[in-house]
């Protein structure tokens, strides 16, 4: 849908898919809007990833290498997050015929909710920007008194991987960290909270 300003981040909205995404699997936000649908494969229910969004001045936004060599990696999906990317690729199949817009291997999230320009990267700033909006609303409304980033979504759904005692090696590679060290140092909280239950 169209980006519609007073929507929040709720059942229908642009951010959802997006937000389940990211919960759903620990990505960094560059990573997820520089998917193409050869990145999803629904029969194995995993994801690539090959690559990031970064924008500039001079070169506008394009994908650029991951982090580091870790960070090319295939991680799996839930049967929920691949139920959400098949409603996503359904709505992008029926958008693209009633505008006459055809691609052999689309942007899984295009820049259509916000500029009606099917197949353009979104930019990460305008993602971070909305979800923050959607979140101040939210949490004032229901009287929290703190602050949401998009990139708290990826130490959340890390974090909590460590709190149901996965291993830390493969956290690491889920995350693409180069070392388990990297998460060990990165998520030393929740490590810190699961010790404090025993």
Not at 5 to 15: S, V
Not at 142 to 158: E, M, P, S, V
Request: charged residues 25%; aromatic residues 8%.
């Amino acid at each position: 849908k169209p980006w519609q300003g007073k929507q929040h981040c709720r059942n229908g909205h642009w951010l959802q898919p997006i937000v389940i995404v990211a919960m759903q699997t620990g990505m960094r936000l560059g990573e997820i809007l520089a998917l193409h649908w050869r990145h999803i494969d629904f029969e194995q229910k995993t994801l690539t990833i090959e690559g990031s969004i970064t924008s500039t001045t001079e070169r506008g936004t394009l994908v650029k290498d991951t982090k580091t060599g870790a960070g090319e990696r295939v991680i799996a999906l839930s049967d929920f997050t691949c139920e959400t990317l098949r409603k996503v690729r359904t709505a992008q199949n029926e958008r693209n015929l009633q505008i006459q817009y055809r691609s052999d291997d689309a942007v899984v999230f295009d820049s259509w909710p916000l500029k009606n320009a099917p197949d353009q990267y979104l930019q990460t700033k305008d993602v971070s920007h909305a979800f923050g909006r959607a979140m101040s609303r939210f949490l004032k409304q229901k009287k929290i008194a703190r602050r949401l980033r998009f990139h708290d979504l990826r130490h959340t759904h890390l974090s909590l991987l460590l709190l149901n005692g996965e291993s830390v090696t493969t956290i690491a590679q889920r995350a693409g960290h180069e070392t388990a060290h990297t998460t060990l140092t990165t998520y030393a909280h929740a490590i810190a909270g699961e010790q404090r239950r025993w």
